[in-house]
């Protein structure tokens, strides 16, 4: 599927806290790709048990959604609280803190979604 550069784009934060295993198929994060593809910027941040999705590998969603140009965000501190600091992420996930997440919440335009 193409992406629509058509559309007037409204940039999205998506914010995953569910671990792969409580929805394998992903619906949310095919959601977030879906929204790639039909012109928006997306950041998909992974916090609490969805940090688990972002491990190299884990999650086909993750990486189709890399690839139609998404963002993937994990939050440092639920890493920490996992003991997940030192493992391999998708190529192209950037650690994030609660201050860049925050800084992306207020600001304006920015549609936030929390699953």
Do not use: I
């Not at 941040?45 to 990486?63: E, N, T």
């Amino acid at each position: 599927m193409e992406r629509n550069t058509r559309t007037r784009s409204t940039p999205h934060l998506l914010v995953e806290s569910k671990g792969p295993w409580t929805d394998p198929r992903g619906a949310f994060m095919q959601d977030a790709c879906s929204v790639v593809l039909a012109g928006h910027p997306v950041q998909l941040l992974c916090v609490q048990d969805a940090v688990a999705a972002a491990v190299q590998d884990a999650s086909p969603h993750v990486r189709a959604l890399l690839e139609a140009g998404g963002e993937l965000w994990v939050d440092d501190f639920s890493l920490a609280q996992r003991g997940m600091t030192n493992v391999r992420l998708e190529p192209g996930a950037q650690v994030v803190d609660m201050a860049r997440t925050a800084a992306r919440l207020l600001e304006p335009g920015v549609r936030v979604v929390w699953h």
